[in-house]
């Protein structure tokens, strides 16, 4: 019991560690989007001052921001979808169908994943400069999809895997086709491998920098890169950088948030016995 | 409701076979069990009657439909899986329900289908629940349920008592006999367990290795193995094989213990294995010497493990006996119910 009683609390003080360095970054960013950059940049800080939204106000009236923003969530969702669609559709194969190359498929994937981008970016501006395309969306969402497909189907794989294969075949003989089957029985028990792997390919495009840096100058800009343009030769105006930065984690957030309820899983119990 | 033909069909995964060429007629109406050792494949023929693996050779046949490459779905079966396989995300009205809808019916129908099913089988207090709020015998209720709401051509059944505990086992097995009665659909029963075989079967399929070993009756297949298989995996507990000669007054065994031999005619020198049953012994004034290894009394009856040379058998009596281990016993068998095999082939010798 006394073993057991250290444990939880060493437990306890690690968590508590992990939790405080994960977030501490997260808070201190707030704070300092609600500051002006004449107190943010006293020292000590102030932890205890009066929220002013300044910076928010003068990042949203910036030009380029809402577009940034704007563009930053077409082209994410467009990335989204798509990697859920081919995805799902590519993980369910390699999951149910056990054809020759199956696992070469999969391995195959996950080499993509040993490139460091940086290697790609190059030949790959070349070619979209030669098609005429740079500054527009469709070849970063294609680069995005390149980058965050693999991943996807190595989620969704495992998920699938962890369907039993009978509840798909018991609603076939019940008198589903097979696409039936998977919709109205494998995909509602999946949820929480969607909401997870949504999330994973959603912030990967969201964040991507590198890509959108070489590939777009106005236009197409999304929001990592706007937000780098804050650092200006003028000297950095903390809050508002900040206050961006805020603003570019929102969704992800928000989405975390709502999403992580599923992500707890647990909806296959009863499904079969033992 | 429809016969069953599956004829010549072999199955295999890659260069394993694992169904060696199967025929089994199964008469419209008819209750036929599948029974065998563990992985001996039936399974596996019941999932290709399914139509959920491809059928590598052979032909099966529903009614007069060749369904080889039919999907599931067009078969018109019913199945209940050896795991349940229940829908998680659906209570047990959905999960009823679910081939209903499938089949675009009414909502007044489905209603009716799901709780003439749910009476039949006493679902009713549990509809609203979740599978995972059932307890195992009531989810493999809900399993028979799904099945049950349909009126399928075939039922195809999985083992599905296995996970059950004996008495509730005891009570489905009557419930499904019953139910067979009523419905007069033909049904395919797997199980490895023999009593589930003897007790629900008009015929049983004993399978060993993706070949059938046997195909009839309980009673025949009890009276009557065609082999030796057969006779060891049908009746509980299970034949005694005795070793042995022919010698010129009766059966030998290399230890010098000698029994009676029904088979005309000279045999001198041939190697023979003699089967008799356990229950087929009893205590007699002279017979056959033996040593009580041990003794179980079960109540109704009472099984002794005796010696006879230098071999164990066991044998069961009906009525108590006052008989203690180290005592020494005399064994008496009618000669009619000694089975003969050959050692080679395995196969029933007549007489
Ligand atoms: N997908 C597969 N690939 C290769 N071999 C398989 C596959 N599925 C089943 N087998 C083999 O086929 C044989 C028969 O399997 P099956 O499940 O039909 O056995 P069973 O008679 O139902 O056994 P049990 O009583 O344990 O359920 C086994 O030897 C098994 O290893
Ligand atoms: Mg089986």
Redesign the interface.
């Known amino acids: 019991m006394k073993s057991s009683l250290w444990t939880k609390a060493a437990l306890t003080i690690l968590t508590a560690v992990a939790g405080t360095l994960t977030v501490f970054p997260v808070l201190w960013m707030i704070m300092v989007s609600l500051k002006t950059q004449n107190t943010a940049l006293r020292f000590p800080p102030d932890y205890l001052f009066i929220p002013v939204f300044d910076a928010y106000s003068a990042v949203l009236a910036k030009t380029g921001f809402i577009t940034g923003l704007m563009n930053s969530l077409i082209i994410s969702i467009i990335t989204l979808v798509l990697c859920l669609g081919f995805g799902l559709l590519a993980a369910y194969s390699i999951s149910r169908f056990k054809f020759r190359g199956a696992q070469a498929v999969l391995f195959g994937m996950l080499m993509t994943r040993i490139f460091p981008p940086v290697a790609l970016i190059t030949p790959y501006f070349l070619n979209v400069q030669w098609l005429g395309m740079q500054d527009t969306m469709p070849p970063l969402i294609v680069a995005y999809m390149a980058l965050n497909l693999p991943l996807a189907v190595w989620m969704l794989k495992g998920y699938f895997d962890a369907i039993?294969e009978?509840?798909e075949?018991?609603?076939?003989?019940?008198?589903?086709?097979r696409w039936?089957a998977v919709t109205?029985?494998t995909l509602?028990?999946m949820g929480p491998g969607l909401a997870a792997t949504s999330v994973f390919v959603f912030v990967g495009s969201w964040n991507e920098f590198l890509f959108a840096l070489t590939l777009t100058s106005r236009q197409s800009r999304t929001l990592p890169t706007v937000v780098a343009e804050f650092v200006g030769d003028t000297g950095i105006e903390w809050p508002q950088i900040m206050a961006a930065s805020t603003i570019a984690l929102a969704p992800v957030l928000i989405a975390t948030f709502i999403l992580q309820r599923h992500i707890a899983g647990g909806?296959?119990?009863?499904?079969?016995?033992? | 409701m429809a016969s069953v033909a599956i004829d010549g069909v072999k199955k295999s995964y890659g260069a394993a076979n694992i169904l060696h060429g199967i025929d089994i007629d199964i008469a419209d109406g008819e209750f036929v069990t599948l029974v065998g050792p563990s992985g001996c494949g039936k399974s596996t023929l019941l999932?290709m009657i399914?139509?959920?693996e491809g059928i590598s050779g052979g032909a099966i046949r529903i009614g007069d439909r060749v369904v080889n490459d039919l999907?599931?779905?067009d078969?018109d079966?019913?199945?209940v899986?050896q795991?349940?396989?229940?829908?998680?995300?659906m209570t047990v009205y959905e999960n009823m329900a679910?081939?209903m809808k499938?089949?675009n019916a009414s909502a007044a129908e489905t209603k009716e289908a799901v709780d003439r099913a749910a009476r039949i089988l006493g679902l009713e207090p549990l509809l609203q629940r979740?599978?995972?709020?059932?307890s195992?015998g009531q989810?493999?209720r809900v399993a028979m349920g799904?099945a049950l709401v349909?009126n399928p051509k075939v039922f195809l059944f999985d083992e599905p008592l296995s996970?059950l505990d004996a008495k509730l086992r005891v009570q489905m097995r009557a419930e499904i006999k019953a139910l067979h009665l009523r419905l007069g659909t033909t049904i395919v029963y797997v199980t490895h367990d023999q009593v589930e075989a003897m007790t629900m079967a008009d015929r049983i399929v004993v399978m060993q290795d993706g070949r059938i070993e046997q195909v009839g009756r309980p009673l025949d297949l009890y009276d009557n193995p065609a082999n030796r298989f057969v006779a060891s995996f049908i009746g509980s507990p299970s034949m005694n094989f005795i070793e042995g000669k022919a010698g010129a007054d009766g059966f030998e065994t290399p230890t010098g213990v000698r029994l009676p031999l029904p088979l005309a005619g000279d045999n001198s020198g041939r190697s023979i294995t003699y089967g008799i049953r356990p229950e087929h012994l009893r205590l007699d004034n002279v017979g056959i010497p033996a040593r009580v290894v041990l003794v179980e009394p079960m109540g109704s009856e009472t099984q002794v493990i005796a010696r006879i040379g230098e071999q164990d058998i066991s044998c069961l009596f009906r009525e108590r006996v006052a008989i203690a281990p180290g005592d020494t016993i005399q064994l008496g068998l009618a000669l009619d119910q000694v089975r003969l095999f050959d050692p080679e082939s395995g196969k029933a010798i007549k007489h």
Not at chain 2, 83 to 89: F, N, Q
Not at chain 2, 130 to 134: A, R, V
């Open positions: 039993p009978e509840l075949q018991c609603a076939m003989v019940d008198g589903a086709t039936q109205k029985v509602p028990l909806m296959t119990a009863g499904a079969v016995k033992g | 999932r399914a139509g959920l999907a599931p779905k078969r079966v019913a199945m899986f795991s349940y396989a229940l829908y998680p995300h679910f081939s499938l089949r979740q599978p995972k709020q059932l195992g989810r493999q799904r349909r996970n």
